[in-house]
Every structure is written in structure tokens, then in C-alpha cells.
């Protein structure tokens, strides 16, 4: 049972980069799922979600720019990245949730399986 999260990089402002986070032992559509980054210095926060019912929530400055997506087929979920910002650049996680009940999006106590992380690196 593990995510195994993918996709970082190197990119400039303004560029794009999609991650991707392949779960294995358990099935993504009956979990919410969501990205977490913790940039250098500073705490892990909530970048976006995607509910078990493909609802999907988004921290504020990434909202127009970022695009959370799944792929139940496949098991997978991703997240696209637009309009890279230097303020975007951390180490970032996919996680997913136990169960498919009612939850608090951007909490991180809400998702008990995590990726390793992958970084992204945007150069100013």
C-alpha cells in the first residue's frame, strides 16, 4: 500500500509541470486525495484536493493556475501546474484519506497515506 508521487522538475516563471501520484495496494475512488507542499523553512500546507466524488478544493494563491485531476482507471492523480511562480517552489506530496466521508480538505490529519514527495524547483 503506497503512493508513489512523480513529475518534478527544474522549470522557469511562467512555465508548467504536471505531477503525478500513482497509488498501489488500494483504490483512489472511494478516497479523497489531495497535494501538500512544504517549501524550504516553512510548514507543509494544502495546495489542492479532490473528493472522492471528484469534487475539488484549491488553496487560494494557486486557484486559475493549478488543476487537480484523477484518473480512476488508472489510479492515479495529478496535479497540473501553470504560470510557475518562485513562491511555487517546494517539496511537493500527494496524499489520500481512509475513507470517503465528510472531511476538512486541507488538513493533513485527514490523510493517512502518503507520497515521498517530489521536488519542484522554479527559477525567478
Known amino acids: 500500500v503506497q503512493l508513489q508521487a512523480s513529475g518534478g522538475g527544474l522549470v522557469q516563471t511562467g512555465g508548467s509541470l504536471r505531477l503525478s501520484c500513482a497509488a498501489s495496494?488500494?483504490?483512489?475512488?472511494?478516497?479523497?486525495s489531495a497535494w501538500f507542499r512544504q517549501a524550504p523553512g516553512k510548514e507543509r500546507e494544502a495546495v489542492a484536493s479532490?473528493?472522492?466524488?471528484?469534487?475539488?478544493y484549491y488553496t487560494e494563491s494557486v486557484k486559475g493556475r493549478f488543476t487537480i485531476s484523477r484518473d480512476i482507471a488508472n489510479n492515479m492523480v495529478y496535479l497540473q501546474m501553470n504560470s510557475l511562480k518562485f513562491e511555487d517552489t517546494a517539496v511537493y506530496y500527494c496524499?489520500?484519506?481512509?475513507?470517503?466521508?465528510?472531511?476538512?480538505?486541507?488538513?493533513?490529519?485527514?490523510?493517512?497515506?502518503w507520497g515521498q514527495g517530489t521536488l519542484v524547483t522554479v527559477s525567478s
Open positions: 496524499a489520500a484519506s481512509s475513507g470517503d466521508g465528510p472531511y476538512l480538505w486541507g488538513l493533513s490529519a485527514e490523510y493517512d497515506k
Open positions: 495496494g488500494f483504490a483512489l475512488d472511494n478516497r479523497h
Open positions: 479532490i473528493s472522492s466524488r471528484g469534487l475539488t
